[in-house]
């Protein structure tokens, strides 16, 4: 409980992805390790541990990173404006207050398949 509290760091999506139709959004957190691991005690360990909730658009689902991967990749968006929310939370998939970002971007290309 004396820890510092956790602090979600995110990056514009980066540009060079965004014109070959993928969405790469980098991030950081202080103050918190981000672990594949849930439940009410894992709330108590030192250092703390999270994870965290991605959103698209308002979908009424999302999806776990738990990989502390710093990056988070999103392909086969339609063309056009979009959003990522993104919230760093505990183990018990509970927000940290303050802790959400949501970025905005245009989508100029959609990625192709082949």
């Not at 509290?5 to 103050?31: C, F, H, M, S, T």
């Not at 990522?84 to 970025?103: K, N, S, W, Y």
Request: no cysteine; aromatic share 6%; net charge negative.
């Amino acid at each position: 409980k004396d820890e510092p509290a956790p602090k979600l760091i995110v990056d514009p999506p980066l540009a060079y992805g965004l014109a070959i139709g993928v969405v790469e959004i980098q991030y950081r957190v202080e103050n918190l390790r981000i672990v594949a691991v849930s439940g009410e005690a894992a709330t108590k360990v030192s250092p703390r541990v999270g994870h965290l909730h991605v959103t698209v658009d308002d979908l009424p689902w999302w999806w776990v990173d738990a990989s502390d991967s710093n990056t988070i990749n999103i392909g086969g968006l339609p063309v056009g404006q979009h959003k990522v929310r993104i919230d760093l939370v505990d183990a018990t998939h509970h927000i940290f207050p303050g802790q959400t970002e949501t970025v905005k971007f245009t989508l100029p290309v959609a990625l192709r398949h082949e």
